[in-house]
């Protein structure tokens, strides 16, 4: 297991925690959007999870993958307006 690697999957799990406590709903409850930007948190939550578990499995470039996941979730819930970054761009890729 690299110093790298870990340091890298550290790294990102930082950001991305950040990154989830962060970002808010757009969208009116009961909406369509609404239930788009669950589904989107929903899936960054779960990436994130599963990384977690890889880091304690030792499975860390694994993990690394999953974080990298959970972050383009939210990302691409931002880009397509369902998410709100709170015009982050450092913990966000913001148009």
Not at 21 to 28: N, P, Y
């Amino acid at each position: 297991m690299s110093e790298e690697l870990q340091q890298r999957v550290q790294r990102y799990r930082a950001l991305t925690e950040q990154a989830l406590k962060k970002v808010t709903i757009k969208a009116e409850p009961n909406s369509k959007d609404f239930a788009r930007a669950k589904d989107f948190l929903s899936m960054a939550r779960n990436y994130f999870n599963d990384a977690r578990h890889f880091e304690e499995q030792k499975k860390l470039d694994l993990a690394l993958a999953a974080y990298s996941y959970a972050h383009a979730w939210l990302d691409a819930g931002i880009r397509a307006g369902f998410l709100d970054g709170k015009q982050d761009n450092r913990l966000f890729t913001l148009l």
